[in-house]
């Protein structure tokens, strides 16, 4: 069940509950599962039933994947229930924190556009884009947003177009442009009536549809499955069969960077790379019914993991280390 299902649609609190009870069950994947449930809550208008299951994963004993995004979106649920200056005080650390994930930057951007903080959320936005892209000569996936939302700010604000903007224009594929979908003045026609003007509309209305299905259809990347050395000497080891599929590990780390690249020269957007272990994948086989000695399990395992928010967004952000654990910086590692 998705946290953007309608609530007319789904017991929100009951989806919640669930999730909270098969974090138990899984804590390696407690954290998504978790910021599920929160989102669920917040759906539900529970908001600070969704603040205590963020305070909840802040005060976690274990080290968060992502503890930008978890603050992010505890922010925002505040400034929606009145705890404004603590929603800002959040915004403003998350701000000096300069987070190589640009989903907190989206977020609390978001926030404050959402607030009538027009001026705030340019700021935040552009500060965002220009930490993550400056010299990036393919803007990954994950960082549309920053650009759209941007984009959509400045045009609120009636300013002239600058590179970001046009960055913006040629990364969008819809038929109708950005500037059009994100003209300040499209409500007023809504209560128009010439019906030229509405069919326009309608237009507009069904493309920006048609992108958030786009958006919805891949919730989480197509990810392409990466072991570390010690695990998968464990897993051909184990499972003498795949050594045809690994001959080496340095192959497969070759493998994974070729296999990503032809990925992204085709078209295909929102990668990421997934981290396995012998004894996740051995369970996963197990609930399958399979042997994991099988190919054929790899990749469904893969998406597995995917799914369940395993997933590190390929190409790594400029500076960032290398996917293969090295160390070293993605540009002086694969990424060179």
């Known amino acids: 069940m998705r946290p953007d299902t309608p609530a007319e649609n789904v017991d929100h609190p009951a989806e919640a509950a669930r999730l909270e009870r098969t974090a138990a069950l899984y804590p390696e994947d407690a954290e998504a599962l978790l ?16 603040t205590a299951l963020y305070d909840r994963l802040l005060s976690s004993a274990d080290s968060l994947e992502t503890p930008h995004l978890v603050r992010a979106l505890k922010a925002s649920n505040l400034w929606e229930y009145g705890h404004e200056a603590e929603a800002r005080a959040i915004i403003d650390g998350i701000r000096a924190a300069s987070p190589r ?10 926030s404050l556009e959402s607030h009538d903080e027009l001026e705030a959320a340019q700021e935040t936005f552009t500060e965002g884009v220009t930490l993550l892209l400056t010299d990036v000569p393919e803007p990954p ?3 549309h947003p920053l650009l759209y939302g941007r984009h959509r700010v400045r045009r609120m604000l009636g300013v002239s177009h600058d590179e970001w903007d046009t960055l913006a224009d040629t990364l969008h594929s819809s038929s109708v442009s950005l500037d059009e979908l994100h003209d300040p003045k499209r409500v007023w026609s809504l209560g128009s ?3 030229a003007e509405l069919e326009a509309e309608i237009s507009r209305l069904r ?11 891949r919730p989480f990347p197509v990810a392409v499955l990466h072991w570390p050395e010690g695990e998968l000497a464990e897993l051909v080891g184990a499972y003498a069969s795949l050594a045809v599929e690994y001959p080496s590990h340095e192959e497969h780390l070759a493998t994974i960077e070729g296999s990503l690249r032809e990925l992204a020269a085709s078209g295909t ?24 000695g099988d190919v054929d399990l790899l ?32 540009g002086e590692c694969h990424g060179g």
């Open 141 to 143: 996936y994950s960082t």
């Open 207 to 217: 493309a920006e549809l048609g992108a958030y299905r786009e958006a919805l259809s």
């Open 35 to 50: 910021l599920q449930a929160a989102a669920h809550l917040e759906l539900a208008g529970d908001r600070p039933a969704a």
């Open 193 to 195: 009536d010439n019906p």
């Open 269 to 292: 957007p929102n990668l990421g790379i997934v981290t396995g272990t012998v004894p996740s994948y051995e369970a996963f086989a197990a609930s399958e019914g399979a042997s994991p």
């Open 299 to 330: 990749p469904q395992y893969a998406t597995t993991l995917a799914a369940r928010g395993r997933a590190v967004v390929w190409p790594p952000q400029r500076g960032a280390s290398c996917w293969c654990g090295s160390g070293r910086a993605y």
């Open 101 to 110: 994930d640009p989903a907190p930057w989206v977020i609390v951007a978001e």
